[in-house]
């Protein structure tokens, strides 16, 4: 069976990064970039930016490239992004153990009264995220998650102890342009949390924890934390219905780049070891209230 395009997800994606960017019209929108991002090749995003210019919200020049045609902030939601609801139904139906281990596209479809391509773009999704794997023939299986408070207080604990050495590594070196584009996507944050997608919030968020981890120059420290990342990811988003603890998130990130940026790794890595322990405490307790 034939892979469903990916370029109407990759079109509402665009979107949410331009909003998340806080970019405005003419500005450039690099198609090598933007897969990098979304980790698809080049063909998916440059079929999206085309479907975007026949909508008049993106133009192309020869040459150049595409190019924002209007602010972000009056960017319209496409139809495309009613997909957010659905995946997160079933994110919740997970959690919530409501769902088998095991089952079929047409299980799935049936499930959630779903078309089969609209399944199977919703399933290419997920399995991108790392949270169900394909099955030889027609099947798939969720993946390890965390459902537990325990696990996922314990997760936190790793977290602390590992992004803190991380810090503190012989190796680590500060990447000016991940770090000025860090400060600029948590400044964003401070203005937008209030209405970005619970995935939106879920990804700035690991996007920055894993640029720290890459500075140490030890590339076990990132693939440790990717793992817990994945296998955090279903209660994160159960938990980022509450956002009054985002504006200080995205503050203490903004700190803690002062903080790197002056020289002070030591004081840098305690601080860090804080922010978590703290953030892991009060997302338990968020946590235990929903249950």
């Not at 779903?114 to 169900?132: C, T």
């Not at 953030?279 to 235990?288: C, E, Q, T």
Request: charged share 25%; proline share 4%; net charge negative.
């Amino acid at each position: 069976m034939s892979r469903p395009s990916l370029a109407p997800k990759i079109m509402s994606r665009i979107l949410e990064h331009a909003r998340a960017e806080g970019m405005t019209s003419g500005q450039h929108l690099p198609a090598q970039a933007l897969a990098d991002v979304f980790r698809v090749s080049r063909a998916p995003v440059i079929s999206a930016l085309r479907l975007l210019e026949k909508r008049g919200l993106v133009r192309s020049e020869d040459n150049r490239g595409f190019f924002l045609d209007q602010d972000a902030a009056n960017l319209p939601v496409l139809a495309e992004e009613d997909e957010e609801a659905i995946y997160f139904r079933v994110a919740d139906d997970r959690l919530a153990g409501s769902t088998p281990d095991r089952f079929s596209t047409t299980e799935f479809m049936r499930q959630y009264q779903l078309s089969r391509g609209r399944a199977q773009q919703l399933l290419l999704r997920i399995e991108d995220e790392g949270w169900i794997d394909r099955l030889p023939g027609n099947g798939w299986q969720f993946s390890e998650t965390l459902t537990s408070p325990m696990a996922y207080a314990h997760a936190y604990d790793f977290r602390a102890s590992i992004e803190r050495e991380a810090l503190l590594q012989p190796g680590f070196r500060i990447d000016a342009e991940a770090f000025a584009e860090a400060r600029a996507r948590q400044q964003q944050m401070l203005a937008s949390f209030a209405s970005d997608s619970r995935s939106a919030v879920f990804r700035a968020n690991n996007d920055f924890h894993e640029m720290l981890m890459r500075c140490s120059g030890n590339p076990f420290f990132i693939d440790a934390l990717q793992r817990a990342n994945r296998l955090r990811r279903l209660i994160e988003y159960r938990i980022t219905t509450d956002r009054s603890r985002l504006p200080q998130q995205a503050a203490e990130h903004l700190q803690l780049l002062d903080l790197i940026e002056g020289g002070s790794l030591p004081e840098a890595a305690d601080f860090l070891h804080r922010h978590i322990a703290e953030a892991g405490r009060a997302k338990v307790a968020l946590f235990n209230r929903d249950d």
